[in-house]
Nanobody, 126 residues
């Protein structure tokens, strides 16, 4: 069973920055994706950003494009999310996900991801 360990998050004011990191205990497929979803109270878990190997192709939701940057260390099975110009609507529990063999059209839905971290809270105050 793949384990994902997240770190980072916290409380920041509007316009501030935070970083998240996530390490996977192993990978199950040479075609491997890691990414971030978030879930606000009463809402469905939504896609934020992902990176997929080989090739380190990145994907972003429209709501975070230009403000968030995802990067990864392929050798260490680790992914990072740098979040800038944070807004109150970014407040949510952020979950790290991982998936083996996932195709591009499936990346956007949490239902297609295999493994999840425990979640970390991000709160942006106005």
């Amino acid at each position: 069973q793949v384990e994902l360990v997240e770190s980072g998050g916290g409380l920041v004011q509007t316009g501030g920055s935070l970083s998240l990191s996530c390490a996977a205990s192993e990978r199950t497929n040479s075609r491997w994706a890691m990414g971030w979803f978030r879930q606000a109270p009463g809402k469905e878990r939504e896609f934020v950003a992902a990176i997929r190997w080989p090739g380190a192709t990145t994907y972003y939701s429209d709501s975070v494009k230009g403000r968030f940057t995802i990067s990864g260390d392929n050798a260490k099975n680790t992914v990072f999310l740098s979040m800038n110009n944070l807004k109150p609507e970014d407040s949510a529990v952020f979950y790290c996900g991982a998936a083996g063999g996932i195709i591009t059209s499936s990346i956007w839905s949490h239902r297609n991801w295999n493994y999840w971290g425990q979640g970390t809270q991000v709160t942006v105050s106005s």
